[in-house]
T-cell receptor, first 115, second 116 residues
């Protein structure tokens, strides 16, 4: 079975600071990788996803993530955060190839951006 | 923009009672999921459903849980005899099918279940 570790549970940054949230996974095969965001009082929304190809993927709202296979990592980055990025961020994986495989989530990172 | 909806937003029940949580997935989607999140813990996969049958289930999804797609639009999760530890936020999700290429799972807003 797969597992996901998010190392930063709470992160506080000032506006315009750069962001990197760590995500490592454990699984014996190939995986699909995702970052979801949950803004206060809202649904889980997909920020970005990796299935194959270019390991650097760009998502919405200026976020990007890099898949490093040798490190089993998929860290989320943003060069300059805004107050509106305050939210809970979840890394998730599922095995490649299936259409119905459930996602395995990390515990989430609570990001607070101070104006 | 189409979205997944869930009702009720909050359900309070007594231990031992049956509850049914309802979801309306996005209309052209074919894969359906339930997840739960106990307060302070990670989101956990419960079950996936495709072609009117369970595709995959986690070890959490024991005999007290069941899922159904009764009418082609709703997707329900039934908990037969609730326990205190079933208190959690329950999320429904759906995904389209694209010939084997995995698509994004779209999540609903969740139902907060409180078991007293």
């Amino acid at each position: 079975a797969q597992s996901v570790s998010q190392h930063n549970h709470h992160v506080i940054l000032s506006e315009a600071a750069s962001l990197e949230l760590g995500c490592n996974y454990s699984y014996g095969g190939t995986v699909n990788l995702f970052w979801y965001v949950q803004y206060p009082g809202q649904h889980l929304q997909l920020l970005l996803k990796y299935f194959s190809g270019d390991p650097l993927v760009k998502g919405i709202k200026g976020f990007e993530a890099e898949f490093i296979k040798s490190k089993f990592s998929f860290n989320l980055r943003k060069p300059s955060v805004q107050w509106s990025d305050t939210a809970e961020y979840f890394c998730a994986v599922n095995p490649s190839g299936g259409g119905a495989d459930g996602l395995t989530f990390g515990k989430g990172t609570h990001l607070i951006i101070q104006p | 923009e189409p979205e997944v909806t869930q009702t009720p937003s909050h359900q309070v029940t007594q231990m031992g009672q049956e509850v049914i949580l309802r979801c309306v997935p996005i209309s052209n989607h074919l894969y359906f999921y339930w997840y739960r999140q106990i307060l302070g813990q990670k989101v956990e996969f419960l079950v996936s459903f495709y072609n009117n049958e369970i595709s995959e289930k986690s070890e959490i999804f024991d005999d007290q849980f069941s899922v159904e797609r009764p009418d082609g639009s709703n997707f329900t999760l039934k908990i037969r005899s609730t326990k205190l530890e079933d208190s959690a936020m329950y999320f429904c999700a759906s995904a389209a099918s694209a010939g084997g290429y995995y698509n994004e799972q779209f999540f609903g807003p969740g139902t907060r279940l409180t078991v007293l």
